[in-house]
T-cell receptor, first 114, second 114 residues
Framework: DAEITQSPRHKITETGRQVTLACHQT?????MFWYRQDLGHGLRLIHY???????NKGEVSDGYSVSRSNTEDLPLTLESAASSQTSVYFCASSESGASGNTIYFGEGSWLTVV | AQTVTQSQPEMSVQEAETVTLSCTYDTSESDYYLFWYKQPPSRQMILVIR??????QNATENRFSVNFQKAAKSFSLKISDSQLGDAAMYFCAYRSGGAQKLVFGQGTRLTINP
């Protein structure tokens, strides 16, 4: 079955280190998204991509970057991890075309910055 | 920018009774979609129900139904015959007609009392 997977599922890192969270989907979806979830804020959009070589900033993009070199993957990089980036990160994907298409979510990556 | 507001951080209901979760949104667009997502303790994001703004009829999925008041920009979720498995965090979300990304509310934690 097609799916969307995130790795690692849990990570503890130190302040200032570079961290990359992987997201891989097998649906061949053009659209991919990264959200973070924090108490009291719901899910907030970090970056998104509508296709290979396309990346866009979301609501809370400072300190994060993404690259899209193929359809299946959208890795999220924290260039210099900060304690404020301790959060649960969700990757998601959807088909192109009708904007009512369902968005599929990964299971989340728990990141703790100490 | 569009915003989504869930004014009830927590709700509780007795098993088998009915509960309504509130959601309001702010937009100047006429073409959009609204969603309710369920997030159980596993953190998985599960689509509960969706509503197209151009449809006047309220969406229904089994025990879940919405009250969509377009003029008031209100989109509440009614859960009938509440079950223990309904206990979760519920998120209201908005998507523009011309875009793919979702804007989420802050979430409402629903507790089901046996």
């Amino acid at each position: 079955d097609a799916e969307i997977t995130q790795s690692p599922r849990h990570k503890i890192t130190e302040t200032g280190r570079q961290v990359t969270l992987a997201c891989h989907q097998t649906w061949n979806h053009n659209n991919m998204f990264w959200y973070r979830q924090d108490l009291g804020h719901g899910l907030r959009l970090i970056h998104y991509s509508y296709g290979v070589q396309d990346t866009n900033k979301g609501e809370v993009s400072d300190g994060y970057s993404v690259s899209r070199s193929n359809t299946e993957d959208l890795p999220l990089t924290l260039e210099s991890a900060a304690s404020s980036q301790t959060s649960v990160y969700f990757c998601a994907s959807s088909e192109s075309g009708a904007s009512g298409n369902t968005i599929y979510f990964g299971e989340g990556s728990w990141l703790t910055v100490v | 920018a569009q915003t989504v507001t869930q004014s009830q951080p927590e709700m509780s209901v007795q098993e088998a009774e009915t509960v309504t979760l509130s959601c309001t949104y702010d937009t100047s667009e006429s073409d959009y979609y609204l969603f309710w997502y369920k997030q159980p303790p596993s953190r998985q994001m599960i689509l509960v129900i969706r509503q197209e703004a151009y449809k006047q009829q309220n969406a229904t999925e089994n025990r879940f139904s919405v009250n969509f008041q377009k003029a008031a920009k209100s989109f509440s979720l009614k859960i009938s015959d509440s079950q223990l498995g309904d206990a979760a965090m519920y998120f209201c979300a908005y998507r523009s007609g011309g875009a793919q990304k979702l804007v989420f509310g802050q979430g409402t934690r629903l507790t089901i009392n046996p």
